[in-house]
């Protein structure tokens, strides 16, 4: 068992408002291998995608910005006459951007970024939440890959040798943003969830080749946000007490690095590796990665979306 998973346990052992239901998560198992369900294909649509060292620093700057998409107003932008939102919206933006030479690849921009370059680059109706994190964050992208890698975010892919979970430790040493940890009970939870992203879709942008090969990419757990519980909610298998599931369907904050959330965070990464163990017995190999974007994607559809997810203010997703 990998380091995330082993420090979950505590967690799962002790919980006092969430807990997995197996025969729900059973079923689920059963739906996907019937329904031949697999992980959505990378979509160069909204991605920026060259195949070159310039993918490997989008990839590191859209996952330094992946986090807190909620918000009132939502933050939209008009991509080739669609209306985005979220996680699409940045990805989109940051490759128009980039299509339009604003220099967001440049680490020496990066590390000096204003507020008027950010706006100007991620335009739209709305503003992103937690703003000013945003612009540390930027700044501190650039100033560690100046420091540390040459300026390039290739030369910090290339010192993990090819190692998925030698790229996350790198990540979460060198960049504190990337630090996503928490406390529980008296026990240190990791979960690493941007991080681990970047390592996946390195993988999935450069289809396992060049700076996305990774002879241990089986290793990286789900990523803990706020959709993944939604969708595992709405299909029975993560089940809430009753005070959480009040505070939740009101809307109300969650605070960042309490018992519930940890709860929350912990468990939906615990029952997509039930789910891959799951799936394996039924001989329908999906890695937990792949499971985590079929749910997610699942979290696009209304259907998913009829209880709110739980709410957050955090940099970490």
Excluded at 4 to 20: G, T
Excluded at 289 to 316: F, M, S
Aim: hydrophobic share 40%; proline share 3%; with cysteine.
């Amino acid at each position: 068992m990998n380091l995330i998973l082993e420090s979950l346990q505590p967690v799962i052992a002790q919980s006092d408002h969430v807990r997995i239901d197996g025969h729900a998560l059973e079923k689920f198992c059963q739906w996907v291998v019937v329904e031949k369900r697999r992980a959505p294909a990378w979509d160069v649509r909204y991605h920026f995608d060259d195949g070159t060292e310039r993918t490997v620093t989008y990839l590191l700057v859209l996952d330094s910005l992946n986090f807190c998409f909620w918000g009132h107003p939502h933050w939209e932008i008009v991509y080739e006459h669609e209306k985005l939102s979220g996680y699409l919206a940045l990805t989109a933006t940051l490759k128009r951007a980039i299509t339009e030479k604003v220099p967001v690849l440049d680490a020496s921009y990066l590390a000096k970024i204003s507020d008027k370059e950010l706006s100007r680059t991620l335009h739209g109706e709305g503003r992103l939440h937690l703003w000013e994190k945003r612009l540390e964050i930027l700044r501190e992208t650039g100033t560690v890959l100046l420091e540390k890698y040459h300026g390039q975010a290739h030369c910090l892919v290339e010192a993990a040798q090819r190692s998925a979970t030698r790229l996350v430790e790198l990540l979460v040493a060198d960049f504190p943003s990337f630090r996503d940890e928490a406390s529980y009970k008296g026990h240190r939870v990791l979960f690493h969830k941007r991080a681990q992203i970047f390592v996946a879709d390195l993988h999935v942008a450069f289809q396992g080749k060049s700076w996305g090969e990774f002879f241990d990419i089986d290793q990286l757990t789900a990523f803990a946000d706020y959709k993944l519980p939604q969708v595992l909610r709405h299909l029975g298998i993560l089940k809430y007490s009753t005070s959480l599931a009040e505070r939740v369907d009101r809307q109300e904050l969650i605070a960042p690095g309490s018992l519930e959330e940890v709860e929350i965070r912990a468990h939906t990464l615990w029952a997509v590796e039930l789910i891959r163990r799951g799936l394996a017995a039924l001989n329908y190999s999906l890695r937990a990665y792949e499971i985590d974007w079929l749910l997610w994607n699942l979290g696009q559809e209304d259907t998913y979306r009829a209880k709110p997810y739980h709410r957050t203010v955090t940099i970490y997703y």
